[in-house]
């Protein structure tokens, strides 16, 4: 079974920055879309930000210009740099693959928590 290990989160104080990590196996993470998506208690999981194998961002509305995702290649491996941190930030936060373009297949890790304490 694939696995995406995440790391990093936890616990700040609005305003502050945190950032999250994801490792990929390799077959996979060097053809894969990567992308972060978060869910709030009651709510639905939603996109933060995507990025293509060819290194092609988009960002929701909501954390434009404060969040930051890139890709490590050489290690296989997502960042995500969340900065301007917000209460309504706090989620669990999980990445996502997508391998393919006409025959996909999605993969999951199993969600990083985040706290933004205000």
């Known amino acids: 079974q694939v696995q995406l290990v995440e790391s990093g989160g936890g616990l700040v104080q609005a305003g502050g920055s945190l950032s999250v990590s994801c490792t990929a196996p390799?077959?996979?993470?060097?053809?894969?879309?990567m992308a972060w998506y978060r869910q709030a208690p009651g709510k639905q999981r939603e996109l933060v930000a995507r990025?293509?194998?060819?290194?092609?961002?988009n960002y929701a509305d909501s954390v434009k210009d404060r969040f930051t995702i890139s890709r490590d290649n050489a290690k296989n491996t997502v960042h995500l740099q969340m900065n301007s941190l917000k209460p309504e930030d706090t989620a669990v936060y999980y990445c996502?693959?997508?391998?393919?373009?006409?025959?996909?297949?999605?993969?999951w890790g199993q969600g990083t928590p985040v706290t933004v304490s205000s």
């Open positions: 996502y693959a997508r391998l393919g373009l006409l025959s996909v297949t999605d993969y």
């Open positions: 390799g077959s996979i993470f060097r053809l894969s879309t």
């Open positions: 990025i293509t194998a060819g290194g092609d961002t």
